[in-house]
C-alpha cells in the first residue's frame, strides 16, 4: 500500500513535468517564429524554474510552493509591474502608440486638393498578359484616363495616364484589346495589392482605388502625389507636403506651426506623474476628505460585516438547532446574486421617495417627528447607504470564514473552561475570539485591502455622490481614493490620463502596504502568544 | 415546569432563532426583489412594491427559448470554467499552505507576507496587461489564448492563491502535529502526509475556499469578457452584460431571472456541502 | 546520486519521447505558417481570378447589430468572394479593446461605435478617416457633424439617438409647448409628480439635463466647424437663465428630483404625467398608456436634446483598408442592410433613405427623430470627458436643491447661476490643468 502511494506522488510529478515540458517544446519553436522574445523568455524562465526545483532536492519546499506561484507571477505579479511601468510614462489619450507606429499612422495620411475633394468617380480596374494592373479612371467625358497603376516607389518615373475616350460607346466601358477586366470579386480578391497602386494623373495628382463595389463600378478618388507627411530620419521631423512645414519633435509629438499634430507617442517621464499628484492642487485639494472616508469606508466595512458574519456563525454553531442548515445556506444567498445585480437593487430600495426603506421607516419617522432620511442625497446618508450595503454584500463571506474556521477551535477547551467557572461570553472573548483571529485576522487583512478598492459598489451605489461643493475637482463624498483615481484618470484635459491614474494605484499600494505592515505585526504577536496553546 | 422549559429552551436555542431570523429578513428582502422582478411584467429595481402587478413568465421564457440567447450553454460554461478553476485554486493553495506550515525553510514567514501583500496590488491597467500577454499566448498557443475557456481559468488561478494559502495554513496549523510525526517515523513521505493526514483533516476550510472562489469566479464579467468573444462560450455574466445592458436601457426582468436560476444551485449546492465544513473532526487530530 | 542520476536519465527520456511526439507537428508548422500568409502576395504572378484564400473581415459589433447581420452577409460574402466574421462584443468594450487589440496587430477591421469616442480614438491614431463619398447625401447632417473630427470624417452613421418627452395618454393629450402649460396640465390632471426627469435624486446625468441649460444660448463647448474646448459656455447669460429657470421648475415642482429608475418608476405607476427619457424606454413607458412629444420650449426656443450617433468606423491597423471601406459603403450602408438593423434594434434612422420608411410606419419614433433634429451631437472631443463629472454635478445640486457650502474650503454655492459657475470653473482648469 504505500509502495503503491509513492508511485502516486511520483507519478504525479513526473506527469506534471511531462506537460510542462512537452508545452516548452512546442512553445519554443513557435515563439521563435513569432518573433515575440518576451513570451519566449517567460516560458524559458518558468521551464527552468520548474525543472530545476523537481530535479533537485535542495528546494523541497518549493515544489509544493512553485505551482501556484507560477499562475501568480503570470498574473498578478506582471500586470503589477506592468501598472508600475505605465506609472513612469505619459501614457493618455493621443499618447497610446509607440513612436514607430504613430510615424507609421502619420505617413500613411493623404491629402487632396481643396478643389478635387469629394470627387468620386468610376475606376475600373485591367490586367495586362504580364499580370501588370491598369486603372480606367472615368472623371467625365473629357477625362478618361487609362495607365498602368504603379506603386509608391515608382510615382515620379512613371509615365501620365492619357485619355481615352475609345473605351466607352454609348457610355458603357468596353474592355480594350490584349485586357482583363477584373471583376468586383477579383478586385476584392486583390484588395491588398491594390490599394498600394495609383493611377500617375500629373505631377501632383493621383487616383487611387476607394471603394470597390461588387454590385456596381468601384469607385476612386484623387489625392496628392505626396503623403501628407514624410518623416526625416536624420533630423527626427516630420514634413508636411502640403503646407510646405517642418514639424519636430516635442516631447511627444510632432508639431507643425505650433500645433500638435495627433496621433502622439509614448515616452518615458520619469518621475512627473508623481510630482504632478502632489503638486497639482486640483488633484491635491480633496485628497485629504477622500483619503480619509477610504480609511473610514474600509476598516468600518470590514468590521461590520465581520462583527455580522461572526454573529451569525457563532449563534448557529450549537448543537441541536433546528433549520441550521437553512439558517446557513439564507446566509450565504446574498453572495450568490451577482453584486452589480444587488447594488441596483439596494439602491431601489433606499430611493428616498419610492424605496422601501424609508416607507418602513414611516412610522418611525412620525413618531421621532422628524424629516424622511434623503437616503445617497446628503453626505451622512449616503456614507451610512454605503456601509449599510457593504456589509449585507460582505457578510455572508464572513460568515463562511468564521464557520469553517471554527471547527478548528478545540471544544475540549471550551469545555474547559466552562468547568473552571467561566460563562459563556468569557469564553469566547478569552479563548474562541483570539484563535479565531490567529487564522483569520489575514483575511480581515485582505479584505480591508479589497474594500479600499471596492470601486464596483461606490459606482454603482452613489457614483461617488453627492457632490463636494466647491471643490477644484469633481469629486463626492462617497469617492474613495480609487473611484477618485478612476474620475481623474477618465476626465484629464485630454480625456485618459493611464499614466497618472497608474501611478495613484502605486500611492493606494503603498498606503495599503504600510497598514498591512503595522496588521501583521500584530498578528505575529497573536500567533506567538495564542499560536502554540 | 412546563415554562421552566420553554425560558430554558429560550435561553439555549429561542434566541438564536430570533437574531438568525431577524438577519434572515436583513439578507432575504432584496433577493426576494430579485425574485419577484423576474417574474414582473414591467421589471424595475426601483420599484416601491414586493410584488408586481401584472406577472408573467416571460422573462424565464426568453431565456430558455430564444435561439439568440443560448442561455442554458452560458450556465453550462459558467459552473464549468468556476468549477475547475475553484478546484485547481484549492489545489494549488492547499500544496502551498502545506510547506508553509509543515516544512521548515528560511524565509518562510516573509514569503508567505509576500504572497498574500503582492495580491493586494490594485492593478489599474491589469486587464490591460492581461489582454497583451494572452495576445501573444494566442499566436503561438492558440489552444490556451484569448477566446477559450483553457486560457481565462489560468488566469482564474492566478487569482487568489496568496490568501487562499494563508488561511488553508493558519487551518493546517492547528492540526496536530504529533500526527505526522508519528506517520513520519513509520517512513510516509511529505506528499503521502499531506495526501492521507493533513488534507483531509483540512476539509472544512478547503470546502469554504473552494465556494468562495466558486462564487467569485462565476460572477466575474471583467476578465471573462476580455477572454470570450464566441457567443457560445460566454458565461452567464458576459452573455447578460453584453446582450441585456445598454447605456440606459437594462432588461431588470431577464437580468432578474437569470440571477434567481443561476443562485439557485449555488443555494442547494451548500445545503448538502454543509456538513463537509461542519462535520466535526475526529477527536484527538487537533492541537490539545 | 545515484537516485539523481536515474532521474535526470528519466528526464532525457522523456523529453526526447516528447520532442519526437510534438517536435514532428511543431516543425512543420513553424515553417509552413510563413508560407500560408505570403500566399496572397504569390497570386500576383497567377491570374487574378485563381485567388485562393479568401480575405477575412473581422467585424466588431454590438449583439443586435450582430443578430442583424449574420443573415444578411452570406450574400456579401458569396459576391465579393471574402468571409465576414462578425465578432459580438459589448458595446462599451469595444471602445477600449480596438484601442489594445489594434496597435498589438489583433484588431478588427471594420467596428461599430459611439460618435463620441472619435475624438479619442482619432488622437489615439486607432481609426482611419472615412470618405462618405456619394453616400453622404443620404445621411442627416447630425450624424454627419457627430462623426467629424479634425476636418475628417471618421465613421458611416447608422443610427441616431436623442429624448424627447413621453406623456401619459390616458390623462393628458399632448405635450405642451411651455414649461407653464406643462404646469397647468400637472395640476390639471393632478398627478402626485409632474415631470419625471433622471439627474435628480443623488445620481447626477448631464446628458438627461442638456437641453435645461442649452437651449436658450447656453453650450458645452463652442461648435464652429469643429468643437473648440477653449470656449465653454456653461455659464454665459442664456445658461445661466436657463439654469435659474430651472431652478424655479424645481421648486414649483414642475421638475421632480428623480433618477432614473425613479423617474420610471413613477411614470409606469401613473405618479408622474410626464417622463423625459429617450426611445429604448419604450417597452418599459408600455406599462400604461403612453404618447411621445417635443420637449417643451425654452424662452421660445426648441429645446435642445444630446444627441448621441453610432457608426462603423475603420481601424487604422488594418491592413485591408480599402476592403474595408468597401464593406461599409458597399453592402453596410444598403437600405436593406440599415432596415433590418433597425427591425433588431430601433434606434432613430441616420439616414433619409431609412427615415422615409420608418416614419411611415412609426410616428412615435418621427417624434424622436424630430426632436434630435432641434438637438446637437454630443461634442466628440476628447476634453468631453472632463464635462460630464462637474455638469452633471451642477445639474445634481439644483436638481436636488442641494445648496450649501463646503465645510473644507468654505465655498459657498446658494443658487443655480453659482453651480453653473462653479462647474464652468471645474471644467475649464481640469482642461487646462490636464
Not at chain 1, 158 to 178: L, R, V
Not at chain 3, 30 to 48: G, Y
Not at chain 3, 50 to 67: D, G, H, L, R, Y
Request: hydrophobic share 50%.
Amino acid at each position: 500500500m504505500i509502495y503503491l502511494s509513492m508511485t502516486l506522488s511520483k507519478i504525479l510529478k513526473y506527469l506534471f513535468l511531462a506537460v510542462v515540458n512537452s508545452l516548452i517544446v512546442y512553445v519554443v519553436p513557435l515563439a521563435l517564429t513569432f518573433e515575440s522574445w518576451f513570451f519566449l523568455s517567460l516560458i524559458l524562465l518558468i521551464g527552468f524554474l520548474i525543472n530545476f526545483v523537481y530535479f533537485t532536492d535542495r528546494f523541497q519546499p518549493m515544489k509544493w510552493i512553485l505551482p501556484g506561484m507560477i499562475f501568480m507571477l503570470s498574473f498578478v505579479v506582471f500586470p503589477a509591474v506592468y501598472n508600475t511601468y505605465v506609472s513612469f510614462t505619459n501614457w493618455s489619450t493621443g499618447h497610446i502608440l509607440t513612436k514607430t507606429q504613430a510615424i507609421g499612422i502619420l505617413e500613411d495620411r493623404v491629402f487632396t486638393a481643396d478643389d478635387q475633394k469629394g470627387l468620386e468617380f468610376e475606376l475600373y480596374i485591367l490586367q495586362d498578359i504580364d499580370l501588370n494592373f491598369y486603372y480606367v479612371a472615368n472623371l467625365d467625358s473629357e477625362n478618361i484616363l487609362f495607365g498602368r497603376a504603379v506603386t509608391d516607389d515608382e510615382i515620379f518615373t512613371s509615365a501620365y495616364a492619357t485619355h481615352e475616350p475609345s473605351f466607352f460607346t454609348n457610355d458603357e466601358f468596353s474592355t480594350p484589346d490584349g485586357y482583363y477586366q477584373l471583376s468586383g470579386k477579383e478586385q476584392i480578391a486583390n484588395s491588398t495589392i491594390l490599394q498600394e497602386l495609383s493611377l500617375i494623373i500629373d505631377k501632383n495628382t493621383r487616383a487611387q482605388l476607394y471603394k470597390i463595389s461588387v454590385f456596381g463600378a468601384s469607385t476612386g478618388r484623387l489625392t496628392s502625389t505626396s503623403q501628407l507627411y514624410s518623416y526625416d530620419e536624420v533630423s527626427d521631423t516630420l514634413f508636411n507636403n502640403s503646407t510646405n512645414t517642418v514639424c519636430p519633435v516635442v516631447i511627444d509629438n510632432f508639431e507643425c506651426e505650433g500645433k500638435e499634430i495627433e496621433p502622439g507617442w509614448r515616452v518615458y517621464v520619469g518621475g512627473d506623474n508623481y510630482s504632478k499628484l502632489f503638486s497639482n492642487q486640483r488633484i491635491r485639494g480633496p485628497l485629504g476628505v477622500v483619503s480619509k472616508w477610504t480609511f473610514q469606508f474600509a476598516l468600518l466595512s470590514v468590521m461590520f460585516s465581520f462583527a455580522v458574519g461572526l454573529l451569525l456563525s457563532m449563534i448557529l454553531n450549537k448543537d441541536g438547532l433546528k433549520f441550521q442548515k437553512i439558517y446557513r445556506a439564507v446566509f450565504i444567498l446574498p453572495y450568490a446574486i451577482p453584486a452589480f445585480v444587488s447594488a441596483l437593487v439596494w439602491k431601489g430600495l433606499l430611493n428616498p421617495d419610492y424605496g422601501v426603506i424609508n416607507s418602513w421607516l414611516g412610522p418611525l419617522y412620525e413618531i421621532l417627528d422628524v424629516e424622511p432620511i434623503k437616503w445617497l442625497k446628503t453626505k451622512e446618508s449616503a456614507r451610512s447607504a454605503i456601509l449599510l450595503v457593504n456589509t449585507w454584500l460582505g457578510f455572508p463571506y464572513m460568515f463562511l470564514i468564521t464557520t469553517g474556521a471554527l471547527q478548528s477551535i478545540p471544544k475540549e477547551l471550551i469545555e474547559a473552561a466552562k468547568v473552571d467557572g467561566a460563562t459563556g461570553i468569557q469564553s469566547f472573548w478569552r479563548i474562541t475570539f483570539p484563535l479565531l483571529m490567529v487564522s483569520i485576522s489575514p483575511l480581515l487583512i485582505g479584505s480591508f485591502a479589497f474594500n479600499f478598492n471596492n470601486f464596483t459598489l461606490i459606482f454603482l451605489l452613489s457614483g461617488g455622490g453627492p457632490p463636494i461643493i466647491g471643490s477644484e475637482v469633481s469629486v463626492g463624498w462617497t469617492d474613495i481614493l480609487i473611484s477618485f483615481t478612476y474620475k481623474l484618470a477618465i476626465s484629464g484635459g485630454r480625456g485618459n490620463l493611464f499614466g497618472l491614474a497608474s501611478s495613484v494605484t502605486i500611492i493606494i499600494f503603498a498606503l495599503v502596504l504600510l497598514i498591512s505592515a503595522i496588521s501583521f505585526r500584530y498578528t505575529k504577536r497573536l500567533e506567538r502568544i495564542y499560536g502554540n496553546i | 415546569m412546563e415554562t421552566f422549559r420553554f425560558f430554558n429552551w429560550i435561553k439555549e436555542y429561542g434566541w438564536r432563532h430570533l437574531i438568525a431570523l431577524i438577519f434572515v429578513t436583513f439578507a432575504v428582502y432584496p433577493i426576494l426583489f430579485v425574485a419577484t422582478n423576474s417574474i414582473a411584467d414591467f421589471a424595475n429595481l426601483t420599484n416601491s412594491k414586493l410584488i408586481p402587478e401584472g406577472l408573467t413568465l416571460k422573462h424565464y421564457k426568453l431565456l430558455s427559448s430564444n435561439p439568440l440567447v443560448p442561455y442554458f450553454k452560458w450556465l453550462f460554461n459558467t459552473y464549468k470554467v468556476a468549477l475547475i478553476a475553484a478546484f485547481f485554486n484549492v489545489f494549488l493553495g492547499s500544496l502551498a499552505a502545506y510547506a508553509f506550515s509543515r516544512l521548515q525553510f528560511k524565509g518562510r514567514r516573509a514569503s508567505l507576507l509576500t504572497l498574500v501583500i503582492v495580491q493586494m496590488f490594485p492593478s489599474f491597467l491589469a486587464f490591460v496587461a492581461i489582454y497583451l500577454l494572452f495576445f501573444q499566448i494566442s499566436d503561438i498557443a492558440p489552444f490556451m489564448g484569448l477566446g477559450t475557456h483553457f486560457g481565462l481559468i489560468l488566469v482564474y488561478l492566478g487569482g487568489s492563491i496568496g490568501f487562499n494559502s494563508w488561511l488553508i495554513k493558519g487551518f493546517m496549523d492547528t492540526i496536530s502535529p504529533s500526527l505526522d510525526e508519528a506517520a513520519k517515523v513509520d517512513g510516509a513521505t511529505d506528499f503521502q502526509i499531506f495526501r492521507k493526514i493533513i488534507a483531509p483533516l483540512s476539509r472544512p476550510i478547503l470546502v469554504v475556499i473552494f465556494v468562495i472562489t466558486f462564487i467569485g469566479i462565476y460572477s466575474d464579467f471583467i476578465l471573462a469578457a476580455i477572454f470570450l468573444k464566441d457567443k457560445n462560450l460566454w458565461t452567464v455574466a458576459v452573455g447578460i452584460n453584453t446582450v441585456f445592458i445598454d447605456d440606459f436601457n437594462a432588461d431588470w426582468g431577464v437580468i432578474a431571472a437569470s440571477s434567481v436560476i443561476a443562485a439557485t444551485p449555488i443555494a442547494v449546492l451548500f445545503i448538502f456541502f454543509q456538513k463537509q465544513i461542519t462535520g466535526g473532526l475526529t477527536a484527538g487530530s487537533v492541537k490539545g | 546520486m545515484k537516485a539523481n542520476k536515474l532521474r535526470f536519465i528519466v528526464f532525457l527520456l522523456m523529453f526526447s519521447l516528447v520532442a519526437v511526439a510534438c517536435g514532428g507537428d511543431t516543425a512543420e508548422e513553424a515553417v509552413d505558417s510563413p508560407d500560408t500568409t505570403e500566399a496572397p502576395k504569390e497570386t500576383l504572378a497567377a491570374p487574378a481570378t485563381t485567388a485562393p484564400q479568401p480575405e477575412v473581415i473581422v467585424v466588431w459589433a454590438e449583439e443586435k447589430v450582430a443578430n442583424a447581420l449574420n443573415p444578411l452577409v452570406a450574400a456579401y460574402e458569396a459576391a465579393a468572394g471574402v468571409d465576414v466574421e462578425v465578432v459580438v462584443y459589448d458595446f462599451g468594450a469595444i471602445r477600449t479593446d480596438v484601442q489594445t487589440a489594434g496597435p498589438a496587430g489583433e484588431g478588427p477591421d471594420v467596428f461599430l461605435g459611439a460618435h463620441d469616442w472619435v475624438g479619442e480614438l482619432a488622437a489615439n491614431g486607432v481609426v482611419s478617416p472615412l470618405d462618405l463619398g456619394s453616400v453622404a447625401s443620404d445621411i442627416f447632417d447630425v450624424g454627419v457633424t457627430a462623426f467629424s473630427y479634425g476636418g475628417e470624417v471618421y465613421g458611416f452613421p447608422y443610427a441616431t439617438e436623442a429624448i424627447a418627452m413621453y406623456y401619459n395618454a390616458d390623462l393628458v393629450d399632448s405635450v405642451p409647448t411651455t414649461w407653464e402649460d406643462v404646469k397647468a396640465a400637472c395640476d390639471a390632471a393632478g398627478t402626485e409628480l409632474c415631470v419625471g426627469a433622471p439627474g435628480g435624486g443623488g445620481g447626477g446625468d448631464a446628458y438627461h439635463n442638456h437641453p435645461f441649460v442649452a437651449s436658450a444660448g447656453g453650450y458645452v463647448f463652442a461648435s464652429e466647424g469643429g468643437f473648440d474646448a477653449s470656449d465653454v459656455g456653461l455659464d454665459n447669460a442664456g445658461a445661466l437663465a436657463s439654469a435659474e429657470y430651472l431652478d424655479g421648475l424645481v421648486k414649483n415642482g414642475t421638475v421632480a428630483s428623480t433618477d432614473y429608475g425613479g423617474s420610471m418608476t413613477a411614470f409606469q405607476e401613473g405618479r408622474s404625467l410626464f417622463w423625459m427619457t429617450g426611445p429604448w424606454a419604450r417597452g418599459d413607458a408600455s406599462a400604461v398608456n403612453y404618447g411621445v412629444g417635443l420637449i417643451p420650449q425654452f424662452d421660445g426656443n426648441a429645446a435642445t436634446p444630446f444627441v448621441g450617433v453610432r457608426g462603423a468606423m475603420v481601424s487604422s491597423f488594418s491592413d485591408k483598408q480599402v476592403l474595408a471601406q468597401s464593406f461599409i459603403l458597399d453592402f453596410f450602408a444598403t437600405v436593406e442592410v440599415q432596415q433590418a438593423m433597425y427591425e433588431s434594434d430601433p434606434r432613430l434612422p441616420a439616414t433619409k433613405s431609412l427615415f422615409a420608411i420608418v416614419e411611415a410606419a412609426d410616428p412615435v419614433a418621427a417624434v424622436f427623430a424630430a426632436s434630435a433634429a432641434n438637438g446637437i451631437p454630443m461634442p466628440n472631443i476628447p476634453e468631453m470627458g472632463s464635462v460630464w463629472g462637474p455638469f452633471g454635478d451642477a445639474l445634481l445640486i439644483i436638481r436636488d436643491q442641494n445648496y450649501g457650502t463646503n465645510e473644507e474650503t468654505g465655498v459657498t454655492v446658494s443658487n443655480a447661476s453659482e453651480a453653473m459657475k462653479l462647474a464652468a470653473e471645474q471644467i475649464r482648469n481640469a482642461i487646462a490643468g490636464g
